[in-house]
T-cell receptor, first 113, second 114 residues
Framework: GQSLEQPSEVTAVEGAIVQINCTYQ??????LSWYQQHDGGAPTFLSY????GLEETGRFSSFLSRSDSYGYLLLQELQMKDSASYFC??????????????FGKGTKLSVIP | DGGITQSPKYLFRKEGQNVTLSCEQN?????MYWYRQDPGQGLRLIYY???????QKGDIAEGYSVSREKKESFPLTVTSAQKNPTAFYLC?????????????FGPGTRLTVL
């Protein structure tokens, strides 16, 4: 099976940088994704790392180290609208090409003035 | 506009009643998923389907049933056998050949069983 660990809550100041870590255990790893969810809303895709290294998309970056079973999401120039929950997810290929995602429990980010 | 719709947004039912949650997508995606989310928790997979007339159980399928008669539709029935059905239910879809394995989510249905 799969398991993911991420901090439950993080607080950061507007304009600052915050890093949300995710460690995972999985029998077959094919990639690490990040999703953002505002309260009461639908999760939206942020990034996907299949290979080691850093992927940058605007103010958001995501990093993966497969040898350490570890990744992180980096948010720069924090804005109040970034207050949300952030989920890491691993792709699980059960062998039938199902491409399921297993999600972590989420990190609630609070951005304060 | 392409997207996923779920209806209704809020649903109330009495204990012991079956209830069906709607999920429709016009993204032409082959794969569709149902997740359950409890307060402060991640998303847990209930059922998924990759092609019409075929679906697979996820991690928490007990007490739920689905059908996939059309590519665009993947309704979820919460049966009376589900012991704790009050939760936020999210439907998602994915293009099988998508580069980033991205799932697109609907707005969700919040089910409350009284």
């Amino acid at each position: 099976g799969q398991s993911l660990e991420q901090p439950s809550e993080v607080t950061a100041v507007e304009g600052a940088i915050v890093q949300i870590n995710c460690t995972y255990q999985t029998s077959g790893f094919y990639g690490l994704s990040w999703y953002q969810q505002h309260d009461g809303g639908a999760p939206t895709f942020l990034s996907y790392n299949a290979l080691d290294g850093l992927e940058e998309t605007g103010r958001f970056s995501s990093f993966l180290s497969r040898s350490d079973s570890y990744g992180y999401l980096l948010l720069q120039e924090l804005q109040m609208k970034d207050s949300a929950s952030y989920f890491c997810a691993v792709r699980d290929d059960s062998g039938a090409g199902s491409y399921q995602l297993t999600f972590g429990k989420g990190t609630k980010l609070s951005v304060i003035p | 506009d392409g997207g996923i719709t779920q209806s209704p947004k809020y649903l109330f039912r009495k204990e012991g009643q079956n209830v069906t949650l709607s999920c429709e997508q016009n993204l032409n995606h082959d794969a569709m998923y149902w997740y359950r989310q409890d307060p402060g928790q991640g998303l847990r997979l209930i059922y998924y389907s990759q092609i019409v007339n075929d679906f697979q159980k996820g991690d928490i399928a007990e007490g739920y049933s689905v059908s996939r008669e059309k590519k665009e539709s993947f309704p979820l029935t919460v049966t009376s056998a589900q012991k704790n059905p009050t939760a936020f239910y999210l439907c998602a879809s994915r293009e099988l050949a998508g580069k980033y394995n991205e799932q697109f989510f609907g707005p969700g249905t919040r089910l409350t069983v009284l």
